[in-house]
């Protein structure tokens, strides 16, 4: 199994990035997806998850109302829309797997079997 998470890169405060998450060797519709994010010197933590069907998703509150989280199935891909960004959301970026054909979506690391290998993401004010 194989997450790949591609398109950060350095964005002015008030700007724009789609981040892709592209999966491969595994039943992709059967598998709920989290974008997770990790800053120097602290936790990793949730940023937004979507179920396999799309049906649900989940927003941290930092980013509600500024951040989309939604797939493709035909493209085993899991797309993270970030607008209106702050430097505060600087970090790297990381996607991550959980087998979930129930539906049921989890906010939490432990839950996730595959992790991708991170994107920077830098905001500069």
């Known amino acids: 199994v194989q997450l790949q998470a591609s398109g950060g890169g350095l964005v002015q405060a008030g700007g724009s990035l789609r981040l892709s998450c592209a999966a491969s060797?595994?039943?992709?519709?059967?598998?709920?997806i989290g974008w997770f994010r990790q800053a120097p010197g602290k936790e990793r933590e949730v940023v937004a998850v979507?179920?396999?069907?799309?049906?649900?998703?989940y927003y941290a509150d930092s980013v509600k109302g500024r951040f989309t989280i939604s797939r493709d199935n035909a493209k085993n891909t899991v797309y993270l829309q970030m607008n209106s960004v702050k430097p505060e959301d600087t970090a790297v970026y990381y996607c991550?797997?959980?087998?979930?054909?129930?539906?049921?979506?989890?906010?939490?690391?432990?839950?996730?079997?595959?992790w991708g290998q991170g994107t920077q993401v830098t905001v500069s004010s």
């Open positions: 991550a797997g959980e087998f979930s054909p129930n539906g049921v979506i989890h906010t939490t690391t432990g839950w996730y079997q595959y």
């Open positions: 979507i179920s396999w069907s799309g049906s649900t998703t």
């Open positions: 060797r595994l039943t992709f519709n059967t598998y709920t």
